[in-house]
């Protein structure tokens, strides 16, 4: 395995538990837990589950840049001469892990003292606002599959 190939491989699993998480969560788990658990119950299981996925995150939110920058030196020999769909990505990027600071430091905050409160309708209306952050989360990575994938001319 080249080195190129090693960061890359890297790169992309980094980027697959990300936004696959994402998609996960929104598509497949959070219907699930409304079919099968009252407000309450719902509340518990994502305060357990956001720790957990956070933590793969932050794996993430780490080799992203590392290996990112590792094939923008391997390929394109600095950032000056990466092609701008690279540089829209590294901004995409910065995005996400603004948004994933509000959520791990503000919303799941507020969430988590909520729910050992008792303060359902809180709790809820944090869960809502998680929600609204990780959907858009999940946009902004689907559009940087999309660009990585195509390769644009731009």
Known sequence: ?????????????????????MFFA????RPAVIAALEGPSRLKVWVQVFPRFFAWVWAAVVLLPITGIGMIQLNFTGFETAPRYVQIMMGLYVVMVALFLRIQSLQLPELRRAV???????????????????????????????????????
Do not use: K
């Open 1 to 21: 395995m080249t080195a190129f190939s090693t960061v890359y491989t890297l790169h992309l699993l980094a980027a697959l538990v990300w936004v696959g998480g």
């Open 26 to 29: 929104w598509m497949v788990l």
């Open 116 to 154: 050992e409160a008792e303060q359902w309708a809180e709790g809820a209306a944090a869960l809502g606002n998680i929600r609204s952050l990780v959907g858009i989360n999940l946009i902004i990575g689907l559009a940087v599959v999309m660009l990585a994938a195509a390769r644009p001319g731009l």
